[in-house]
């Protein structure tokens, strides 16, 4: 397989060479660990006493990680991506609110957005998070089979509801739409809510998915149930397979009430449970369709080889590549390239209400082993390149 994400003049050819130096600056700040903690308790600090460092941050942080404020301010960057192949996901990013009249504000916002996609070519996905509809506790206590007041089932109705009008808005608008994992411990009343969805708005084609957190040593295991379920009843089955995003916290949760990990035991058990399910979506196309959400090269690679083994198209419309915008663009722009179905998930909203979004982006780069290195190997080696 040639190392295809080597090439830099293609993964930066969207970026201007203020753009590149910025890129640079951030990462050689993000690698320094220390740095990023105190930087974190500064912002959150300023933002609540009302400083003005939105400036600031909106000409750093946000505009490197962020597509804008509105979905009509990222207009112009899912453009300029689109002329180089890669399609866009518009991620609504504000997190943490627990009121019902949020909830509705959030599907109507969900809704809005998949009407923004249907008439946008370069706008191929949304993407929803359960906990956005409805209650963190009332998934936990629907997973965990308590026992739900009559108060509780009508709330519970009420996210299906939402969850539902948001399903059959994007199937009737051909969009496809990836509903996020959480933490394990609200995650089964998801699984059974999204497969309710895809058996209802999957028959032809898999317009919901679902999402796979493949640091969970028992994925696959569902992926095979699922997997069943659908040979025996007919629809069809999309999944987005992800590492995963909670792995303290599932860690932390797993010691304190006495119960066994939900986690692989190390990163390589990991990798190989992601490359596992990926190869097992991949030989039953005719049921699922995949979206390939990493930033890990090798798994990347060994997709590109699966496909080409399996005898599948580069550009068949059941396999999907997807990075968040700001990262892996060495991946994202050279699969494009390349012919396959690549996109970029581009979160937008408000600074200070993403600010939590943001923070976990900085987080998650000081702590994925080598992340934050070969992005600025990669952006030193396009510097010297262009000669800056």
Same mark, same amino acid.
């Given at each position: 397989?040639?190392r295809?994400f080597?090439?830099?003049?293609?993964a930066?050819?969207?970026?201007k060479?203020?753009?590149l130096?910025?890129a640079?600056f951030?990462?050689?700040?993000?690698a320094?660990?220390?740095?990023?903690?105190?930087?974190? +308790?500064?912002?959150?600090?300023?933002?609540?006493a009302h400083?003005?460092?939105e400036?600031?941050i909106?000409?750093?942080?946000?505009?490197h990680?962020?597509?804008g404020?509105?979905?009509d301010d990222c207009l112009q960057?899912?453009?300029?991506?689109?002329?180089y192949?890669v399609? +866009?996901i518009l991620?609504?990013?504000?997190e943490?609110?627990?009121?019902?009249s949020q909830?509705?504000a959030a599907?109507?916002k969900?809704?809005?957005?998949i009407?923004f996609?249907k008439?946008?070519?370069?706008?191929s996905f949304?993407v929803?998070?359960?906990?956005?509809?409805?209650?963190?506790a009332?998934?936990?206590?629907?997973?965990?089979?308590?026992?739900?007041?009559?108060?509780?089932?009508?709330?519970?109705?009420?996210i299906?509801?939402?969850?539902? +009008?948001i399903?059959?808005?994007a199937?009737?608008?051909e969009v496809?739409?990836?509903?996020?994992?959480e933490?394990s411990?609200?995650?089964?009343?998801?699984?059974?809510?999204?497969e309710?969805?895809?058996?209802?708005?999957?028959?032809?084609?898999?317009y919901?998915?679902?999402?796979?957190?493949c640091?969970?040593?028992d994925?696959?295991?569902?992926?095979k149930?699922?997997h069943?379920?659908?040979?025996?009843?007919g629809?069809?089955?999309g999944l987005?397979i992800?590492r995963?995003a909670y792995?303290?916290?599932?860690?932390?949760?797993a010691?304190?009430?006495g119960y066994?990990?939900?986690?692989?035991?190390?990163k390589q058990?990991t990798d190989?449970?992601?490359?596992?399910?990926?190869?097992?979506i991949?030989?039953d196309l005719?049921v699922f369709?995949?979206?390939?959400g990493?930033?890990?090269e090798?798994s990347?690679y060994? +997709?590109?080889e699966?496909m080409?083994d399996?005898?599948?198209?580069?550009?068949?419309?059941?396999?999907?590549f997807g990075?968040?915008?700001g990262m892996?663009?060495?991946?994202t722009?050279n699969l494009a390239a390349?012919?396959y179905?690549?996109?970029?998930?581009?979160?937008f909203?408000?600074v200070?209400?993403v600010?939590?979004?943001?923070?976990?982006?900085?987080q998650?780069?000081?702590s994925v082993?080598?992340?934050?290195?070969?992005e600025l190997?990669l952006?030193?080696?396009?510097?010297?390149?262009?000669?800056?």
């Open positions: 397989m040639d295809i080597d090439n830099t003049e293609k930066f050819a969207l970026k060479d203020s753009e130096e910025r640079y951030l990462f050689k700040m993000i320094n660990e220390p740095l990023v903690r105190i930087g974190t +308790a500064v912002t959150n600090f300023a933002l609540k400083l003005p460092v400036g600031l909106r000409a750093t942080v946000f505009d990680f962020c597509g404020t509105t979905e960057l899912v453009d300029r991506m689109y002329d192949g399609s +866009a991620d609504y990013s504000v943490g609110k627990e009121e019902e909830f509705d599907m109507q969900k809704i809005s957005l009407e996609a008439n946008k070519d370069a706008i949304a929803l998070k359960p906990t956005a509809l409805g209650r963190f009332l998934w936990q206590k629907v997973t965990e089979q308590g026992d739900l007041s009559d108060k509780e089932q009508q709330e519970w109705q009420r299906e509801n939402r969850i539902d +009008a399903c059959q808005r199937a009737a608008c496809y739409l990836l509903i996020d994992g933490e411990w609200m995650q089964d009343a998801a699984d059974e809510l999204v309710k969805m895809m058996r209802r708005y999957n028959e032809e084609k898999a919901i998915f679902n999402t796979v957190q640091y969970r040593w994925r696959m295991d569902y992926v149930k699922l069943e379920k659908a040979k025996t009843d629809f069809k089955v987005k992800v995963g792995m303290e916290k599932e860690a932390e949760r010691k304190e009430k066994q990990n939900p986690i692989c035991a190390s058990a190989e449970n992601f490359n596992k399910v990926m190869a097992y991949m030989n005719d369709s995949l979206f390939v990493s930033h890990n090798a990347n060994l +997709a590109m699966l080409r399996l005898g599948i198209a580069n550009n068949d419309h059941r396999i999907w990075q968040l915008l892996s663009d060495h991946l722009f390349e012919g179905n690549s996109v970029k998930l581009i979160p909203g408000p200070k209400d600010m939590p979004y943001l923070i976990r982006r900085a998650e780069n000081t082993a080598g992340q934050t290195t070969r190997d952006l030193k080696k396009e510097k010297e390149r262009r000669g800056i």
